[in-house]
């Protein structure tokens, strides 16, 4: 911020040499500030694999600094963390001089960073058309392999882009690395790629410090890294490391191929790993529907992606385009939007959860994440918080994806000052006159099943309990009453109108009408959403009741077994037991929902209503392309392009003009259109020729 007002000051004052110069002496402060800044943030994230802040956090440091640096030039030093590709390696391992500097990317961060890039780049080729490959930036660690006359030789980190640290036993463990190659390899070669470790070995890899009582990795990078510069390859051997080749260094004594898409499937021809989603592609368009895609799927992934990386295809060009200092003019990284940050966590306070749950949460200084300000976290429960060691002010990680509330990953300890407090839940609850905790909603005594690591408000009417039950019956997943949410629930109990979401099926347009805003047409929209909820299948009204431990899945099962409410609320124990998915807890859980009055008084209420669900039938005999979206390119040799389609839709199938999201097939035949065949590539739809599409018609020849 400090750096921001010194930069307008200047510009503002640029009249008055004098005034000019202390300016610019203090801008020359505020850079040293910010390099000493990035100097420990690089020293803890790449020596010791330990960092206090977020990467995001970092970039945005990198980025204030190059535009410094930029702005005046005269003030760059070649220390400047701008100026190198990482840190210096740790002593324990043997060097690697890096024949050819491994490269670091430059990074856009906004579609028009990465449309300037694209700029630049077409105009720097003279308007020369290129072909460009979309990969995913994986965030791993990146290394580089030696291969003489086929057989491994050296594996090392990046260190500073010209000299790594030798981690040839550690890599040796990774299986995905070939330890020899095929005979036709050239005899002196170096591919470079990225060693990751996969989400699963990631979470494994925590749950085991956590046993241990080790702090644990912020994120799989840590973790990979970490794991590679273990000094005793044993304990990289365990970790499931895994690696994606995504570049060959150099070759001698053979050709290779001229485009970095052949080169890939070259290398992938000789036995390495190359990520099945990368794709090659026409034109900027395609790079930017490519990284929507991504943004949109790598919570899938089995492995931690940070952004999109687009390169000029053909090496040639690449030769032309050459690199500014570190960074290739030839690729670009273009980051997805931030999933984890920092911030500090001021209080942790209680919440009433639906099944009475007393549920505690964190309360945090307001932080942008990904552009999502995020002011609360989930924190599951008292044992998780003090596994986790996170007190009352401490500084924390956070991780946000999609649209589930954020969590707190864990605290950074480097950073406590000694005032923060360390939790109980028990301290947090009010008291009563005896000094028993009690339910901070509705007062009542709290109790804490033996062998549960909850605890819960002992009053089945309390009102926040019954908010949420009507919240949650009314939710997409369950009843889903339209104008039902958080608001609507808290007014319906508080003005009386009802007291358990039977009643909702008794509401008079009168009633409605009473309340606050509501306006004829609203109350009508009301009635009719309840109205037709009516008609929701077994399974939903089932997860509708939210009985403790029976998610939507659970209550499909249920759903599965018993053809009505009644048939499951006379289940006994073993009936439930013996359905395979279902356990002691879950069957006790259900028997002892229905075997409360009040449960069972809403039940009835429910039925009397008109609520009255079955099984759905079963679907009538699925068609052989149902659900399937097909898209035909060029000729067919069978049929006309209308006869093809003809063919789907009598299977059930649907035939479009153009490659979405949506197709799953796309037919080519001769002479295809090449618009048809790039985009199903972007997006990487499954092609079929003409033979595979007979074969799904069920027409074969
Ligand atoms: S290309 C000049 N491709 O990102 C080419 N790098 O910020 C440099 N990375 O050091 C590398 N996935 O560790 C490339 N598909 C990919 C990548 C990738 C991850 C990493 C790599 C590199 C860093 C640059």
Known sequence: MFLRHTHYAILNEKASGQVLMEELDKVKEGIEQLKTQINRHNYRYYVLDNPEISDAEYDELMRELKQLEEQYPQLLTLDSPTQRVGAAPAAAFGVVEHTLPLLSLGNAFSRDDLLAWYTRTSRLLAGEKFSLTCEHKIDGLAVALTYINGQLTTGATRGDGFRGENITQNLRTIRSIPLSVAAEAPPHFEVRGEVFLPKAGFNKLNQERETEGLPLFANPRNAAAGSVRQLDPRITAKRQLDIYIYALGYAEGKTTPTSHWETMEYLKSLGFKINPNNRLVSDIDQVEEYYRTWTERRANLPYEADGIVAKVDSLTLQDKLGNVGHEPRWAIAYKFPATQGTTRLKEIRVSVGRTGTLNPYAVLEPVSVGGVTIKQAALHNEDDIRRKDIREGDWVYLQRAGEVIPEIIGPIVSRRTGQEKEFSLRDKLPKNDKGQPVCPECGAKVIKPEGEVMYYCSNAACP???????????????????????????????????????????????????????????????????????????????????????????????????????????ATEEDLIGIPGIGYEIAESIIAFFRQEDNKRIILRLKDAGVVPKTEPAEPEELLLAGQEFVITGRLAAFSREEAEEKVKALGGTAKDNVTRNTNYLVVGTDPGGSKLTRAQALGTKQINEEEFLMLLGVTG
Not at 470 to 491: K, P, T, V, Y
Not at 517 to 525: C, F, G, I, L, Q
Not at 550 to 562: P, V
Request: overall charge neutral; charged content about 25%.
């Open 464 to 570: 926040a309990q019954l908010q949420q039950n009507l919240e949650h019956f009314a939710s997409r997943g369950a009843m889903d009453i339209r104008g039902i949410g958080e608001s609507m629930s808290a007014l319906l109990l508080e003005k009386g109108l009802v007291k358990n979401f039977a009643d909702l099926y008794y509401l008079g347009k009168g009633d409605i009408l009473k309340l606050d805003r509501m306006a004829e047409k609203s109350a009508d929209n009301l009635l009719s959403a309840i109205g037709k909820s009516k008609k929701r299948p077994l399974a939903r009204v089932i997860y509708a009741l939210g009985i403790r431990h029976i998610g939507e899945q659970m209550a499909q099962l249920l759903a599965d077994h018993f053809s009505s409410i009644d048939e499951l609320m006379d």
